[in-house]
């Protein structure tokens, strides 16, 4: 599961790129700490579910810790010219 103070981390890294360039890209509706984490331990959650009925049907499976974070964060994008991708580049993540 994700740890509360990693995802606060993250959080502050993005807040404080976008206090320093001053919002050029628009204004997310950043999530709290504990929404962040609970909507990505619940992803989690889901994609370990779906791993293990893959594993029951004989299907080689895994979880992609960066497909994950994407995911949650191109909730918060919507209304600003961020792609989920630069955010999780913002927060130090490298993308190919």
Excluded: C
Excluded at 44 to 60: H, P
């Amino acid at each position: 599961m994700f740890e509360y103070n990693k995802a606060a981390q993250l959080l502050e890294v993005w807040k404080k790129h976008d206090l320093d360039n001053g919002f050029y890209k628009g204004v997310p509706n950043y999530p709290t700490n504990t929404r962040f984490v609970s909507e990505l331990n619940q992803k989690i959650a889901q994609e370990s579910e779906q791993i293990l009925l893959n594993v029951l049907e004989g299907k080689q499976s895994r979880i992609n810790p960066k497909e994950i974070l994407e995911s949650v964060i191109s909730n918060y994008v919507a209304g600003t010219d961020y792609t989920a991708k630069e955010v999780m580049q913002i927060m130090g993540f490298r993308i190919k």
